[in-house]
C-alpha cells in the first residue's frame, strides 16, 4: 500500500487534539458541547479519509454560519411527520450535520423493525462529507444512503449559468473481512472546496475540472472560482446533480437551485434539504452471508489485473480507509493557511488553540 508523500508545507496533527481544539470553537459559538463534538468529529473524520475539501478547512466558514449568518447553534431536530418507514425531519436551523447524524440515527433504528426506512430533511445547513452518515448505517450492519442539495456551482450540460449544485450522494455496504465499501461522491468533476485547496497551494487544476464564467475550459483555479465546476461525465453527471438536488429537497421545503442562495453571498439559513436512506440487510438474508458477498466482489476487485500506469485496483472507499489508518497513526497533514485560519476563530472566540502550535 503506498502511503501518503506529505510535503514540507505540511503540519502533521494528531487527530484527538485537532478535534478538541475545533470542538472547543464550536462551543464557544453556542453549541452544545454534544454537538459542537458531532461538528468537530465530521470534520476530522473527512480529513482522515483525505477528504480535505470538507474537513477542519471548513471551520471559519462554519463559525461564520454560527455567529453572524443565522444558523441555530442550539437548534434540536425533531421528527415532525411519519408514516411507517417514513419520516420527516425538520432540521431546526441547526448545523447540517446535527440533523443528519438524527435523521440517520432515526432511520437505523426505525429500520431494525421496518427493514427499509427513509428520512426527508429540511429546514436544515451545510452537512459536510455524506460518508459521514453512510458509515454510521454501515457499522451498524446496514446499508446507507445520504444526499444533499449544494449551491449552485454548476451549470447543466451544455448551459452557462450556475443553476446546479454538485449534489453529492454517500452510500455505503458492508462488508466482513474488508472494510465497508463507500462511495462518497458528487456529480460535478470536483467539489468547490477542493479547488480552493488548489488555490491554497497555488498549483493547477487538473484538465476537465472546471469552466471559466462564459463555459470555456480552464485549469487556473482563480479563474474556475469565479466561473463553473464542470458536470462529471458530461451530460450524465448533469442529469443525475438534478436527480439527487431534488430527492433532497422536494419532500420538504427545503431550497433547490438557486432558490437555496448563490456562492457569493452564500446560502439562506435553514435552507438547506437532506434525505437518506437505510437498507437493513438482514431482512432480505443471513446479514453474514450478505457481507461476505460484498467481500467476494472486492476480492474480485483486488485480484483483477492492472490497467498500464496503475499500481492498484482499489474499490470505493478502501483509499480513504487506507489513508485513515495511515493518518491515524501518523497524524493528519494540515497545511499552514488550514492551521492559521484555525487559530484565528479560535483567537475570536477565546479558546485555546496552543494544541496547534
Known amino acids: 500500500m503506498a502511503r501518503y508523500p506529505g510535503n514540507e508545507t505540511e503540519q502533521r496533527v494528531d487527530e484527538a487534539v485537532l478535534g478538541r481544539v475545533v470542538a472547543d470553537i464550536f462551543s464557544a459559538c453556542g453549541m452544545s458541547s454534544q454537538d459542537a463534538w458531532l461538528v468537530a468529529d465530521s470534520l476530522v473524520h473527512a480529513d482522515l479519509r483525505g477528504i480535505h475539501s470538507h474537513g477542519v478547512m471548513r471551520v471559519p466558514n462554519y463559525v461564520g454560519k454560527l455567529l453572524d449568518e443565522g444558523v441555530d447553534p442550539r ?3 425533531r421528527i415532525i411527520r411519519e408514516q411507517g418507514a417514513a419520516l420527516v425531519v425538520d432540521g431546526a436551523n441547526a448545523m447540517g450535520q446535527v440533523a443528519c447524524a438524527f435523521a440517520m440515527r432515526a432511520a437505523i433504528e426505525r429500520a431494525e423493525r421496518t427493514s427499509v426506512c427513509t428520512v426527508a430533511i429540511g429546514n436544515s445547513n451545510h452537512c459536510g462529507a455524506m460518508d459521514y452518515y453512510a458509515l454510521m448505517a454501515s457499522e451498524a450492519d446496514m446499508i446507507g444512503i445520504a444526499t444533499t442539495n449544494a449551491l ?3 451549470a447543466p450540460y451544455g448551459g452557462a449559468d450556475r443553476i446546479l449544485g ?14 465497508a465499501v463507500v462511495l462518497d461522491t458528487s456529480f460535478g468533476a470536483t467539489a468547490r472546496g477542493r479547488i480552493e485547496v488548489y488555490q491554497q497551494k497555488g498549483i493547477a487544476l487538473p484538465e476537465g475540472w472546471a469552466m471559466d464564467a462564459d463555459g470555456r475550459p480552464t485549469t487556473d483555479p482563480v479563474v474556475a472560482l469565479t466561473g463553473l465546476i464542470a458536470p462529471a461525465g458530461a451530460h450524465k453527471g448533469s442529469g443525475l446533480a438534478l436527480m439527487t438536488g431534488l430527492l433532497s ?3 420538504t421545503d427545503a431550497a433547490y437551485g438557486t432558490r437555496l442562495g448563490s456562492v457569493e453571498d452564500g446560502p439562506l439559513p435553514g435552507r438547506d434539504g437532506q434525505f437518506v436512506m437505510v437498507v437493513n440487510p438482514a431482512a432480505f438474508d443471513d446479514i453474514e452471508t450478505v457481507k461476505a458477498r460484498t467481500d467476494e466482489a472486492v476480492d474480485e476487485i483486488l485480484s483483477g489485473r492492472r490497467a498500464p500506469g496503475f499500481d492498484e485496483v482499489l474499490p470505493p472507499g478502501r483509499l480513504e480507509a487506507n489513508l485513515m489508518e495511515e493518518f491515524a497513526e501518523d497524524g493528519i497533514p494540515l497545511n499552514q493557511e488550514t492551521i492559521g485560519h ?13 494544541a496547534l502550535d
Open 342 to 354: 484555525i487559530k484565528d476563530a479560535a483567537a475570536r472566540l477565546g479558546t485555546d488553540a496552543s
Open 75 to 77: 437548534g434540536e431536530p
Open 166 to 179: 454538485i449534489n453529492p450522494i454517500g452510500i455505503a455496504i458492508p462488508a466482513s473481512r474488508h472494510p
Open 249 to 251: 429537497t422536494i419532500l
Open 152 to 154: 449552485p456551482t454548476m
